[in-house]
T-cell receptor
């Protein structure tokens, strides 16, 4: 199992550009999450999904969009990138069981200049 | 609203000694789950230990144990026999019974000194 994979690992965007961060998991998990981690801070939830076709907002959804057409994939779309979106982005997934442990991807470091 | 607070931005400990990291949280829920995650310089998030709020017994995983005080809404992590590989950021996290949203603290940077 590859676990949770994210692409790209690094990206530099210009202000106003758009991009999609890819996230794929091969563990057949229904629950998937997108977080951002700003320097020296904890993780903030952007969006989450409880299964294919079902998504919902987290704490900091503004400026982002998601879709979940398959169990495996949960892409995060940034529209009109702004410097405030400079961050490290983590994707995670978890099993349905009450244990609630999340498996994290390696992260994408995004810089908007 | 749920919040998680880690009041120690940085800590250090001598190798082989014991250190305790603090975490408090706020929730009106009765059933929930608490976690400690480790983030080494590689940036990979690694689960250290978890605690289910309905269990009174404190969780233990090898050198890692927690002190869970439900009434005080406190969830501290004790690392015994500290090793150099324990050097990392440690995040306390919380989720409710639905597990839909997770809340993380701001982290404690732990340095183990040889």
């Amino acid at each position: 199992n590859a676990g949770v994979t994210q692409t790209p690992k690094f990206r530099i965007l210009k202000i106003g550009q758009s991009m999609t961060l890819q996230c794929t998991q091969d563990m057949n998990h229904n629950y998937m999450y997108w977080y951002r981690q700003d320097p020296g801070m904890g993780l903030k939830l952007i969006y989450y999904s409880v299964g294919a076709g079902i998504t919902d907002k987290g704490e900091v959804p503004n400026g982002y969009n998601v879709s979940r057409s398959t169990t495996e994939d949960f892409p995060l779309r940034l529209e009109l990138a702004a410097p405030s979106q400079t961050s490290v982005y983590f994707c995670a997934s978890r099993v349905d069981r009450v244990a609630y442990e999340q498996y994290f991807g390696p992260g994408t470091r995004l810089t908007v200049t | 609203a749920q919040t998680v607070t880690q009041s120690q931005p940085e800590m250090s400990v001598q190798e082989a000694e014991t250190v305790t990291l603090s975490c408090t949280y706020d929730t009106s829920e009765n059933n929930y789950y608490l976690f400690w995650y480790k983030q080494p310089p590689s940036r990979q998030m690694i689960l250290v230990i978890r605690q289910e709020a309905y269990k009174q017994q404190n969780a233990t995983e090898n050198r890692f144990s927690v002190n869970f005080q439900k009434a005080a809404k406190s969830f501290s992590l004790k690392i015994s026999d500290s090793q150099l590989g324990d050097t990392a950021m440690y995040f306390c996290a919380f989720t409710t019974n639905t597990g839909n949203q997770f809340y993380f603290g701001t982290g404690t940077s732990l340095t183990v000194i040889p």
